[in-house]
């Protein structure tokens, strides 16, 4: 019982503290907020439910602005879903036409690889912005937007059901909605979470100036992110965590596919640097812990594109 007070304390401490954490958990409880006036009638339910909406999605997209734009693949999908579900539950049961069905399936299929589509694209970025560091799994991430594909199908199934009283028990069918519909906004908030907090590097704060409504449209658009290829182009200062000369940056490639990675080499110290898979802050290789937090670091690298493992010295004599 103690344990469970000293966390909930620590997690009590960072909602407090950290802005990142207020953006998330405001983001949520807005969210749910604007899920619950939605079942409740009367016009200012409805305004609640917009308002709410609207500031939840405005607090996630100052948590993660540079990946923002990936509640437009997000939307597809649930927009998709709702149509092909309407067309393959209502219209369909209403209508000896054989073709609607058909049409139905189709459109529920278009959602699906929308979402496989999202897990491609997004794991071409991953190779591309976590090339400094540690290989970062997307696995549990790709779930997820699965798992927002089949929850948005029974959220909408269970809103129609729920909307037509003749079709059963109306109170469990929105019992369906409210409980998938709850499901989505987790799993929206982990999904531009996870690529906003893991795919960083030095340089990832860089963002044109402008007004907040030009970051925005940047942000829907994916154009913060070309901005950044082209900034991860130019030559960059990072000083050794050891000795404070400027670090050179080199790329090496993996021994099996030739797929790039960067390493950073100090001449004083005569040794390459990489980052640190927990605190993220540079390291010499030669050491077998983090100079920093005292992890003990592998002296194996998994290449993020063929997944082959290799020891640190393939790679740099390669």
């Not at 399936?105 to 959602?111: E, H, N």
């Not at 496989?116 to 090339?131: P, T």
Request: glycine share 6%; aromatic share 14%.
């Amino acid at each position: 019982m103690n344990r469970v007070s000293v966390g909930v304390k620590r997690w009590y401490i960072q909602l407090i503290t950290i802005r990142d954490q207020q953006l998330k958990y405001g983001a949520i409880l807005l969210l749910f907020l604007s899920l619950i006036f939605s079942i409740m009638d009367g016009l200012i339910f409805f305004f609640g439910w917009l308002s709410m909406g609207i500031m939840g999605i405005l607090l996630l997209y100052k948590r993660s602005p540079r990946y923002f734009y990936l509640t437009l693949w997000l939307g597809s999908i649930y927009i998709l879903v709702f149509f092909g579900s309407i067309v393959t539950y209502v219209w369909t049961a209403r209508s000896d036409n054989v073709i609607l069905p058909l049409w139905g399936y189709s459109i529920l299929i278009g959602a699906f690889l929308v979402s496989v589509s999202l897990i491609l694209f997004v794991r071409e970025r991953r190779n591309r912005y976590a090339m400094e560091g540690e290989y970062v799994p997307i696995g549990l991430w790709s779930t997820a937007v699965i798992a927002f594909f089949w929850t948005s199908l029974f959220s909408i199934i269970g809103w129609i059901r729920w909307s037509d009283g003749s079709l059963g028990n109306q109170e469990l069918f929105k019992l369906l909605y409210l409980i998938n519909e709850s499901f989505l906004i987790l799993l929206l908030v982990f999904i531009l979470y996870f690529p906003e907090n893991r795919f960083r590097t030095t340089i990832l704060e860089t963002i044109s100036p402008g007004s907040e409504i030009k970051q925005f449209i940047s942000s829907m658009l994916g154009k913060n992110l070309r901005r950044e290829d082209n900034i991860r182009k130019l030559d960059v200062r990072v000083r050794c965590p050891v000795c404070g000369a400027d670090l050179k940056r080199e790329v090496k490639k993996c021994p099996s596919c030739d797929e790039r990675r960067f390493f950073y080499w100090c001449d004083r110290e005569d040794d390459f640097f990489v980052r640190c898979p927990n605190c993220r802050r540079l390291t010499q290789i030669s050491n077998e812990r983090c100079i920093h937090c005292t992890i003990r670091i592998s002296r194996k690298i998994r290449c993020s594109r063929c997944r082959n493992i290799h020891q640190i010295s393939e790679w740099i004599d390669n």
